[in-house]
């Protein structure tokens, strides 16, 4: 079983394009090689392929990466399923986690981040939790973003290494994990993390 994110850039033409191109390509990056794991497509698209329980905090650093900038933000839709024939480009591979993750991205409405899995409950649970979680994502300010960010890179850091690596003092780091509604975040991945094996 795999996920694949297909997303794309809000606003990607009110910045020029290599500012938040070269940011997203790093985040993107973390997943594995280019084009067999990750790929950007007609400018400002792109799709992903990674291990079901490692979409919902990827998906959140890519909108982290992105609203660093001004304006810009991401629409999001996670499919999780099998892959049936995989290629050498992520764009050319097939499967029930291509054609549901087509199926959430189609979805996006008022919503800018859906995941698809094939059991409606486990759907309506998570989807849910994610309207919430991103009544507080879709309010990150770019401070906000980068703290996410660095956190959400480099799990294991206290908020005394992350406030050193951002020149920036504790209590700030604090606040913006607070405002990022970072805990509550981390809180329902663990519920999607260990959900996601039942299904």
């Known amino acids: 079983m795999k996920a ?7 606003n990607s033409r009110s ?21 067999k794991a990750w790929e950007i497509y007609r400018g400002d698209s792109f799709q992903i392929m990674l291990d079901p329980d490692q979409s919902i905090l ?6 982290a990466t992105i609203k660093q900038f001004e304006n810009l933000d991401v629409r999001l839709g996670v499919g999780i399923g099998e892959i ?4 050498d480009k992520i764009t050319s591979s097939n499967g029930s986690a291509f054609f549901r993750s087509g199926e959430s991205f189609e979805a996006l409405k008022k919503q ?3 995941i698809t899995s094939g059991n409606k409950h486990f ?7 994610l309207s919430l979680a991103m009544f507080a994502a879709n309010r990150w300010t770019p401070t906000v ?24 003092s504790q209590s700030n780091i604090s606040e913006a994990l607070k405002r990022g509604a970072f805990d509550e975040i981390l809180a329902m991945n ?10």
């Not at 990827?58 to 909108?63: E, V």
């Not at 759907?123 to 939790?129: A, E, K, L, P």
């Not at 973003?145 to 951002?166: D, T």
């Open 15 to 35: 910045h020029p394009t290599e500012l938040w191109l070269e940011a997203l390509q790093e985040t993107l990056n973390t997943v594995g090689q280019e084009p």
């Open 145 to 168: 973003s980068k703290v996410v960010k660095l956190a959400l890179e480099r799990p294991g850091l206290k908020q005394q290494e992350l406030a050193s690596l951002l020149q920036k």
């Open 190 to 199: 663990a519920y999607f993390v260990s959900e996601i094996k039942t299904i």
């Open 112 to 114: 800018n981040f859906l």
């Open 4 to 10: 694949v994110i297909t997303g794309d850039i809000i």
């Open 123 to 129: 759907d309506d649970s998570i989807n849910t939790m």
């Open 58 to 63: 990827k998906a959140l650093q890519i909108k």
């Open 84 to 87: 049936d024939y995989q290629s």
